[in-house]
């Protein structure tokens, strides 16, 4: 289709008109598929990925060794898409509002309950539905192509949703779908931040979009507003202070320093994103794959501390939350308890600081003393 496009731009339109006539189209594509946002990114160089050495040789990805994959020449994978898929022309970037009509973790503020950020409340893991989505805008992409060219050359498409060797941030604005902010998530001046971003690498040289512009101005809410102090400077987070990783990603015992400043997060934060005005009138989406399941909007310390495996399968079957396990989600849960100022927590503890498990039962330790 490409080439058939631009072998009749040779009859008349030009080139760069045909190329933005087919980009319109993945656009189309994406929209079909559900997605609310579609921009296209080239690919090289981008300064935002310069400083993605120097953020992994200071330790600051913690844990999350997936970061620090590297290609044969032993060069860091996602600081140069070129290097590590040399056939890739463009990124397609799609980006889908998961925001639905219920409170803001600022606005419900009972400390004896516990708070599961806003994004892992779905019915469905944004990493299959958006995946998912991807790989039929991929089919619709390629369909077209055929149609329209009886010897269509061969392109490559490949879907990622987190897991690819990028930072779809950095597409993201290139693509023009939000700028990257003082917190370092992708606003998009309309639709605001809760977004997940979803990638498509091509072959297919596509009319790329402007990045978008940064509208963060002055303000500093987000940096005020993080319990951990994560961020080291605007736009620059230190991982291993941020509660979404302290309670997602990191394994084992949590620093006794940062345990006080979680609050009652048992997965992941939404702070940093809550207090942005651009999210005061975000959109919600009525897709029922983003509806909370039940009991997970302040979910009740105690019902989590408590869970058993059984429990924690059927609940949070195909949910993000799995990825902490059943052992890190009451590990969370019993701290959170410790935060609650709540003493009717303690008989629950004292219980905990027996557990089989070992990890909860140092954590309900440390949240009697804080309690009592
Ligand atoms: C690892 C990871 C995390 C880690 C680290 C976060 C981070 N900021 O890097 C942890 C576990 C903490 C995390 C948390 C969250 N995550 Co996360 N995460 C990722 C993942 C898998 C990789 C990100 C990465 O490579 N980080 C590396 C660092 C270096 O990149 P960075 O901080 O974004 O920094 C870039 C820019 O800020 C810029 N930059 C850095 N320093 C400087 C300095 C200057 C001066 C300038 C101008 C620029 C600049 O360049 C950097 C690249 O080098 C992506 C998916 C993906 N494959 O990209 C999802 C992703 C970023 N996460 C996402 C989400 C939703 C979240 C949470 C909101 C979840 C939650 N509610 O708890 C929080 C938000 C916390 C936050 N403020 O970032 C979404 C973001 C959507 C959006 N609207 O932006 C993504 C894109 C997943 C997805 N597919 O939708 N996440
Ligand atoms: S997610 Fe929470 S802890 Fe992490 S940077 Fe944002 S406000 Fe701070
Ligand atoms: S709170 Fe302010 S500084 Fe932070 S991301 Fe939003 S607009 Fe930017």
């Given amino acids: 289709m490409y080439q058939a496009l631009t072998k009749r731009a040779t009859r008349g339109k030009s080139r760069s008109f045909m190329r933005i006539d087919f980009s319109s189209r993945v656009k189309q594509f994406a929209r079909e598929e559900g997605f609310d946002l579609c921009g296209i990114a080239p690919v090289r160089e981008f300064r935002e990925t310069e400083s993605f050495p120097a953020w992994i040789a200071a330790g600051r990805h913690g844990d999350m060794r997936y970061l620090e994959s590297r290609d044969d020449a032993g060069e860091l994978k996602r600081s140069s898409l070129a290097r590590v898929a040399p056939w890739a022309r463009s990124v397609i970037v799609c980006a889908v509002n998961y925001n639905t009509a219920h409170p803001y973790s600022m606005q419900a503020d009972d400390p ?44 490559s498409f490949r879907s990622y949703v987190d897991t690819g060797p990028l930072i779809e941030r950095v597409y993201a604005k290139y693509a023009g779908v939000g700028w990257i902010a003082k917190n370092t998530c992708i606003i998009n001046q309309k639709l605001g931040s809760w977004l997940f971003l979803g990638v498509i690498l091509t072959s297919l040289e596509l009319e790329a979009d402007l990045p978008a512009p940064d509208c963060c101005g002055s303000c500093t809410r987000c940096i005020d507003a993080c319990p951990t102090h994560a961020f080291v400077a605007p736009g620059e987070l230190d991982a291993r202070l941020c509660i979404s990783y302290l309670t997602i990603e990191k394994r084992g015992e949590l620093p006794e320093g940062l345990r006080s400043a979680m609050g009652r997060h048992v997965f992941g934060c939404d702070i940093c994103q809550d207090v942005c005005p651009w999210n005061r009138k975000a959109p919600a989406t009525a897709a029922p794959e983003f509806q909370p399941r039940n009991g997970l909007i302040n979910p009740a310390l105690d019902w989590i501390a408590e869970m058993k495996q059984e429990e924690f399968n059927r609940v949070f079957r195909a949910s993000p939350i799995r ?18 100022r709540n003493p009717k927590f303690l008989p629950t503890l004292k219980q905990l600081a027996e557990d089989p498990d070992q990890q909860v039962a140092n954590h309900a330790l440390w949240a009697i003393d804080k309690l009592e």
């Fill in 112 to 155: 004896s309950r516990g708070w599961i950020s806003r994004y892992a409340w779905s019915h469905e893991d944004y990493h299959d539905s958006a995946l998912k989505r991807l790989r039929r805008v991929e089919v619709a992409i390629q369909k077209n192509l055929a149609d329209h060219q009886s010897t269509a050359p061969n392109h």
């Fill in 323 to 340: 990825r902490t396990k059943l052992s890190g989600l009451r590990r969370n849960a019993v701290v959170a308890m410790g935060n609650s």
